[in-house]
């Protein structure tokens, strides 16, 4: 087969492949993870049953699909934020920020979207890969001084995305950025002796 063909049909293929996991995710924001069919999916994504069971066999798989091309996107958003400045501090400023929004913004869902990801290893990976870029970038702004060395950073990372959960009750990015500030101060606080 030309090569031609086979990128056609490769982007073809991840086409239909979005087009589903995009459609899943408008109808389950609309009707909850519970209240969406596969009926349903194939017809707001403009294909036969029989086609889209050649992707996926259920829901759930879907929005496992959906919740990994979310994730992979977060992650990739969060290390441009993070190349964006060379200081050190600042890096971490704005990746706790980045990080805070996102936070903010995932959890208007389902209920039965944390049951879903929980059951298995993907949001504890997720936040794993989160912690160890913080913990990277704790560690480049305490080898700078900008920020306090009496701790490990990888604690200091924890402290960091524990502090910032708190970003889901928020509903204003002013009191995103104020808890960031405060996260910050944290950090940046050596113990008196």
């Known amino acids: ?44 994504a403009g294909i036969g049953r029989a086609t889209l069971y050649k992707y996926f066999p259920d829901v759930e798989s879907i ?3 959906w919740h990994d091309r979310e994730v992979t996107g977060h992650l990739t958003y969060l290390a441009e934020v993070r190349d964006r400045t ?19 913004h995932a959890h208007g869902h389902d209920p039965g979207f944390a049951e879903l990801f929980h ?3 993907r949001m504890r990976r997720a ?4 912690q160890l870029m ?3 970038l704790v560690r480049a702004a305490a080898e700078a001084g900008q920020v306090r060395t009496d701790v490990p950073a990888e604690e200091l990372a924890a402290f960091c995305m524990n502090a910032l ?7 204003s990015k002013a ?16 113990p008196r002796s």
């Open 63 to 65: 929005m496992l699909a």
């Open 1 to 44: 087969m030309p090569r031609l063909w086979t990128r056609t049909i490769e982007s073809h293929r991840r086409e239909v492949h979005d087009a589903i996991i995009d459609a899943a995710a408008v109808l389950v924001a609309e009707h909850g993870l519970l209240g969406v069919t596969m009926s349903q999916i194939a017809e707001k």
């Open 175 to 190: 009191a995103v950025h104020r808890l960031v500030s405060v996260t910050m101060a944290g950090l940046r606080d050596q």
């Open 165 to 171: 959960t708190g970003t889901r009750a928020r509903t």
């Open 86 to 104: 060379e200081d050190p501090a600042q890096r971490l400023e704005s990746v706790l920020e980045a990080y805070a929004l996102l936070t903010r």
């Open 127 to 130: 936040h794993r890969q989160v």
């Open 134 to 136: 913080l913990r990277d």
């Open 119 to 121: 059951r298995d290893d």
